[in-house]
């Protein structure tokens, strides 16, 4: 059984422009501990877990975060029946109506990271800097994400002073802060994730902490979309650390892993990753190059293409809200009674018939059964999220960092280079590791999408690779309104809240929806 990470105590602390009017969790009883003594790593820690699973709530990367790279891109639809998230899908929001309740919860991340971080009460240590390594790299990615959605992409050249509130200090009830530039949000997100990259640890012991690695990569990300002079570079720099320092991708497996020589791209190795019931290490054997081989796998969780997970389990999801009503599995997956999100055919075929990706209509990752007929044409579910795991209903870790992404992003950061050459020779490289079809690199920087798109479907990042290169979202099928949505179109920035805006005068809503 899987041993539990978090502690569930924190104290969830809101603006004044957050919509929530109650805190979900205490982290000390208030006839105990005022909030001014926090004076032990312990309850630094409690700080620091309260940030782990808020990041990991329904509204953020436990459910609505993961949905909408993908619900905002041209590879989902949402089936005709179950209208969830369909004003998200059809791009149908505004101040007033939305599905996107993230804002919010994000900043109460960001106050249990400055807590941890403006903290002087406690003497420095080893451990005190590992726990501050860890809130400077949530905080990064709570900036980070809400500068993605809720803001222009730095290259797009305009409305750069529409960035988000930057808030460094303790929470203070009567902040009304203005949005930050563009630019000083990305500039604060890389500050701590470099500070993160110090202080973190280099191989926790269990893939729910964030590490050195995780900081790396999500550098990698930040540099390929803020683009600035000598981005590219750095972006490939950290990308190419972690791909050639971290032994822990599908590749490698096989060496360091398995009993026998074992085929790398065999699907069951990548689709038990997602699929398979076990958590833990599987054994078994399978026919490679006419001989029966054994071999030793790692299980769904703790896996070593992981970089970082979000703990799901009866403890944690009691905390986050996820469970049957609101889930990745529910919405994703073909036995849940909240069913509703399915692959376009387009997509689907796109796939060669080997991709283990893609696997066999019936038992693969994109599978066809009981797809509704009233779709047209009808769509694929995926296998990423199984409903059922050895632990029970909506407890398998959500896979938020994969080594498979450092491989892309080196990828796109040697396209963005000029080393188109070793670019393709690379991206094809790694269609093959999976069975995949091949590229003639005729336009690269599609063709790195494209193999982004086949390796990360369901994973939250379609969406936000089209705007980040300034390209347009077209749907093939499946669709009625707003089926190509371009880059300059405001609705590439998500809208404020009316009860954001209310609450705070200094809070400007972005062009387009006043």
Same mark, same amino acid.
């Given at each position: 059984m899987k041993k539990y990470f978090l502690i569930i105590s924190s104290f969830l602390l809101f603006f004044a422009h957050n919509s929530c009017s109650e805190r979900d969790l205490d982290l000390f009883p208030p006839d105990k501990d005022e909030l001014t003594a926090i004076d032990s790593e312990a309850k630094l820690q409690m700080?620091?877990?309260?940030?782990?699973?808020?990041?990991?709530?329904?509204?953020?990367?436990?459910?609505?975060?993961?949905?909408?790279?993908?619900?905002?891109?041209?590879?989902?639809?949402?089936?005709?029946?179950?209208?969830?998230?369909?004003?998200?899908f059809n791009y149908n929001y505004n101040s007033t109506q939305s599905d996107f309740g993230f804002y919010g919860t994000l900043y109460d991340v960001i106050m249990n990271c400055n807590l941890v971080l403006n903290n002087t009460k406690v003497a420095n240590s080893a451990n005190v800097n590992r726990i501050k390594g860890e809130a400077r790299i949530i905080r990064a990615l709570s900036y980070f994400t809400l500068v993605s959605y809720y803001s222009p992409t730095p290259t797009s050249g305009v409305n750069q002073?529409?960035?988000?509130?930057?808030?460094?200090?303790?929470?203070?009830?009567?902040? +009304?802060?203005?949005?930050? @530039?563009?630019?000083?949000? #990305?500039?604060?997100?890389? !500050?701590? /994730?470099? &500070?993160?990259?110090?202080?973190?640890?280099?191989?926790?012991?269990?893939?729910?902490?964030?590490?050195?690695?995780?900081?790396?990569?999500?550098?990698?990300?930040?540099?390929?979309?803020?683009?600035?002079?000598?981005?590219?570079?750095?972006?490939?720099?950290?990308?190419?650390?972690?791909?050639?320092?971290?032994?822990?991708?599908?590749? +490698?497996?096989?060496?360091? @892993?398995?009993?026998?020589? #074992?085929?790398?791209?065999? !699907?069951? /190795?990548? &689709?038990?990753?997602?699929l398979g019931s076990n958590e833990n290490q599987v054994t078994g054997s399978e026919l490679y190059l006419g001989v029966q081989q054994s071999f030793v796998l790692p299980g769904a969780e703790n896996h070593p293409e992981t970089i970082w997970e979000l703990d799901m389990n009866i403890d944690t999801n009691r905390a986050t809200g996820i469970g049957s009503n609101v889930s990745l599995p529910g919405y994703f997956h073909r036995t849940d009674s909240k069913k509703c999100m399915l692959f376009n055919q387009t997509f689907y075929s796109s796939f060669s018939a080997t991709d283990v990706r893609r696997g066999k209509p019936t038992t693969g990752l994109l599978i066809n059964i009981g797809a509704p007929g009233t779709d047209n044409p009808k769509g694929y579910w995926t296998n990423k999220y199984p409903r059922y795991t050895d632990e029970g209903n909506y407890f398998r870790n959500i896979k938020v960092f994969r080594f498979a992404?450092?491989?892309?992003?080196?990828?796109?950061?040697?396209?963005?280079?000029?080393?188109?050459?070793?670019?393709?020779?690379?991206?094809?490289?790694?269609?093959?590791?999976?069975?995949?079809?091949?590229?003639t690199g005729a336009n690269l920087l599609q063709d790195i999408l494209t193999e982004k798109s086949k390796e990360f479907y369901g994973e939250g990042q379609r969406f936000l690779d089209l705007k980040r290169n300034n390209l347009p979202m077209v749907r093939p099928s499946n669709c009625t309104v707003n089926c190509t949505v371009t880059p300059d179109n405001k609705l590439f920035v998500l809208p404020m809240s009316q009860g954001a805006l209310n609450a705070n005068e200094n809070l400007k809503q972005y062009p387009g929806y006043n």
């Open positions: 700080l620091l877990n309260g940030a782990y699973i808020s990041v990991a709530s329904s509204n953020v990367y436990g459910t609505d975060v993961m949905l909408f790279g993908d619900l905002l891109g041209d590879k989902l639809f949402v089936s005709n029946t179950n209208p969830s998230y369909l004003n998200t002073e529409y960035g988000v509130p930057l808030v460094l200090n303790n929470y203070d009830v009567n902040i +009304k802060p203005a949005r930050a @530039t563009v630019a000083q949000v #990305y500039d604060q997100i890389i !500050a701590d /994730l470099k &500070e993160g990259v110090n202080l973190a640890g280099a191989a926790p012991s269990k893939k729910v902490i964030l590490s050195k690695s995780a900081a790396k990569l999500l550098l990698s990300r930040v540099y390929l979309t803020r683009r600035a002079p000598g981005d590219a570079a750095l972006a490939l720099q950290y990308a190419t650390e972690i791909v050639t320092n971290s032994p822990t991708n599908f590749a +490698k497996i096989q060496a360091n @892993t398995l009993t026998k020589p #074992y085929n790398p791209n065999s !699907a069951s /190795l990548y &689709e038990q990753y997602f992404e450092a491989q892309l992003n080196r990828i796109e950061a040697l396209f963005l280079t000029g080393q188109n050459g070793l670019a393709l020779t690379e991206l094809n490289a790694f269609a093959l590791s999976r069975n995949g079809s091949t590229y």
